[in-house]
């Protein structure tokens, strides 16, 4: 029988003991569950006498946004902890180490990233990251081509693709970002003041053929293993770190993808920024500031990426003049129609985003969630043409030129 069952405090408590040499024995540990996402329990544990701590997460068996009518594998720990365990291997000071953990428990500890803020709070608070967009960059060109065919041994990948086999999170991305968004499902969820925009969408056959193009990618190219949720809640940054969590939805995918996820966040947060900026001059920096940010993910993406396969991609056939830069072009408009799709989930599927919900005027809310439509339209129907990441600027700043409310 399973010894799994969901953690009390105590447990928690317990189960960070057991970490060899972290906590001392007769430390007097404080504990408080700190989870705000949609499908884990997570446990901060801390000795405030000698300043330590630590991060205790569990899995439980079903969406917690959801609730138990909606089972999901617990084995999604194990796949997190792999996952991390790889990227912190890779980008060391862009992921949280990893301490222990127990499949049948889905438990994974880890260090705990207290002094850092999740990015999307940072943002709605109107933060500026400079240095995220080299780290960001670097992290998806380094765990993405070390875990792809030009990487790495590829029948090592094949075998590698095989652990991360993650059917219940995949199966939540097809239907909540390429498929609910274009039909009137029944887990779709929209305020009434953006019914037409929504039921815009349900009929709207060029968006679907790209749409179903893009998730033809995300279920059949298994070019390297994702993180496969990267939006800014994945995120913990100060103004001089970036560390990256919560990869539960990894698996092996397109290469865009998570690229996608990071540029689609932005663009959340540019169209919330009326609803933020509390003079037309402050909306303008910020709005150029994610714009830029937007850019330079994509340009130190395809720095690190190509410098890596130059250096090290040994394949004699992906050295053949021109592959690699078909390759980048097919990745970048990968991301710009993956990150339209991104977009759009958000304001019309299950699960929206803070940059958006939390804004307190009404007119303001509305008016970010058509822009968003806006620009996500743009970015799914255009993406596949696309011959530059300046093209995601201008297509932003088109919706935004259209909005009737200012700061
Ligand atoms: C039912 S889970 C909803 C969303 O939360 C996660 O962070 C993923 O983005 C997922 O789509
Ligand atoms: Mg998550």
Same mark, same amino acid.
């Given at each position: 029988?399973?010894?799994?069952?969901?953690?009390?405090?105590?447990?928690?408590?317990?189960?960070?003991?057991?970490?060899?040499?972290?906590?001392?024995?007769?430390?007097?540990?404080?504990?408080?569950?700190?989870?705000?996402?949609?499908?884990?329990?997570?446990?901060?544990?801390?000795?405030?006498?000698?300043?330590?701590?630590?991060?205790?997460?569990?899995?439980?068996?079903?969406?917690?946004?959801?609730?138990?009518?909606?089972?999901?594998?617990?084995?999604?720990?194990? $796949?997190?902890?792999?996952?991390?365990?790889?990227?912190?291997?890779?980008?060391?000071?862009?992921?949280?180490?990893?301490?222990? &953990?127990?499949?049948?428990?889905?438990?994974?500890?880890?260090?705990?990233?207290? %002094?850092?803020?999740?990015?999307?709070?940072?943002?709605?608070?109107?933060?500026?990251?400079?240095?995220?967009?080299?780290?960001?960059?670097?992290? $998806?060109?380094?765990?993405?081509?070390?875990?792809?065919?030009?990487?790495?041994?590829?029948?090592?990948?094949?075998?590698?693709?095989?652990?991360?086999?993650?059917?219940?999170?995949?199966?939540?991305?097809?239907?909540?970002?390429?498929?609910?968004?274009?039909?009137?499902?029944?887990?779709?969820?929209?305020?009434?003041?953006?019914?037409?925009?929504?039921?815009?969408?349900?009929?709207?056959?060029?968006?679907?053929?790209?749409?179903?193009?893009?998730?033809?990618?995300?279920?059949?190219? %298994?070019?390297?293993?994702?993180?496969?949720?990267?939006?800014? &809640?994945? $995120?913990?940054?100060?103004?001089?770190?970036?560390?990256?969590?919560?990869?539960?939805?990894?698996?092996?995918?397109?290469?865009?993808?998570?690229? %996608?996820?990071?540029?689609?966040?932005?663009?959340?947060?540019?169209?919330?920024?009326?609803?933020?900026?509390?003079?037309?001059?402050?909306?303008?920096?910020?709005?150029?500031?994610?714009?830029?940010?937007?850019?330079?993910?994509?340009?130190?993406?395809?720095?690190?990426?190509?410098?890596?396969?130059?250096?090290?991609?040994?394949?004699?056939?992906?050295?053949?003049?021109?592959?690699?830069?078909?390759?980048?072009?097919?990745?970048?408009?990968?991301? $710009?129609?993956?990150?339209?799709?991104?977009?759009?989930?958000?304001?019309? %599927?299950?699960?929206?985003?803070?940059?958006?919900?939390?804004?307190?005027?009404?007119?303001?809310?509305?008016?970010?969630?058509?822009?968003?439509?806006?620009?996500?339209?743009?970015?799914?129907?255009?993406?596949?043409?696309?011959?530059?990441?300046?093209?995601?600027?201008?297509?932003?700043?088109?919706?935004?030129?259209?909005?009737?409310?200012?700061?």
């Amino acid at each position: 029988m399973s010894s799994y069952h969901p953690f009390s405090t105590e447990d928690a408590v317990a189960y960070a003991r057991s970490i060899p040499g972290f906590f001392r024995e007769d430390a007097a540990l404080a504990c408080e569950e700190i989870g705000d996402g949609n499908l884990n329990l997570v446990f901060r544990i801390a000795d405030p006498q000698r300043s330590k701590s630590l991060i205790v997460k569990q899995a439980l068996p079903y969406a917690k946004v959801v609730g138990e009518s909606w089972p999901l594998s617990l084995d999604r720990a194990r $796949i997190e902890r792999e996952a991390l365990e790889i990227q912190h291997r890779l980008c060391p000071d862009l992921v949280p180490a990893i301490y222990g &953990g127990d499949n049948e428990l889905a438990v994974t500890v880890m260090e705990d990233l207290s %002094g850092h803020t999740i990015m999307r709070k940072g943002l709605i608070d109107g933060q500026r990251y400079d240095h995220f967009a080299e780290h960001i960059g670097r992290f $998806i060109a380094t765990t993405l081509f070390y875990t792809s065919d030009l990487g790495m041994n590829q029948q090592n990948k094949k075998l590698q693709a095989a652990r991360f086999v993650n059917p219940d999170l995949c199966k939540i991305t097809e239907d909540l970002i390429f498929e609910d968004p274009y039909r009137n499902a029944d887990n779709n969820d929209f305020s009434e003041d953006i019914r037409h925009e929504a039921e815009k969408l349900w009929h709207d056959t060029e968006l679907h053929l790209e749409a179903a193009l893009l998730r033809e990618k995300f279920l059949t190219h %298994g070019e390297a293993l994702l993180h496969g949720d990267l939006h800014t &809640g994945s $995120i913990f940054v100060t103004s001089e770190s970036t560390k990256v969590i919560d990869p539960e939805f990894a698996y092996y995918g397109p290469i865009g993808f998570d690229l %996608g996820a990071v540029i689609g966040n932005l663009l959340l947060n540019y169209a919330a920024q009326p609803g933020w900026s509390n003079s037309p001059a402050v909306l303008q920096e910020r709005r150029e500031w994610l714009l830029t940010t937007i850019s330079s993910v994509w340009n130190h993406f395809e720095h690190h990426f190509r410098k890596l396969w130059d250096a090290e991609g040994g394949d004699f056939m992906f050295r053949t003049p021109g592959y690699q830069d078909l390759f980048m072009k097919k990745v970048l408009q990968d991301a $710009i129609g993956f990150a339209g799709c991104k977009v759009i989930r958000r304001i019309v %599927g299950l699960s929206h985003v803070a940059d958006i919900e939390t804004i307190v005027n009404d007119a303001h809310r509305q008016q970010a969630k058509v822009t968003a439509l806006e620009i996500g339209k743009q970015l799914v129907k255009k993406g596949r043409s696309a011959a530059s990441i300046g093209e995601v600027a201008r297509w932003a700043s088109t919706a935004a030129a259209k909005e009737e409310i200012n700061a």
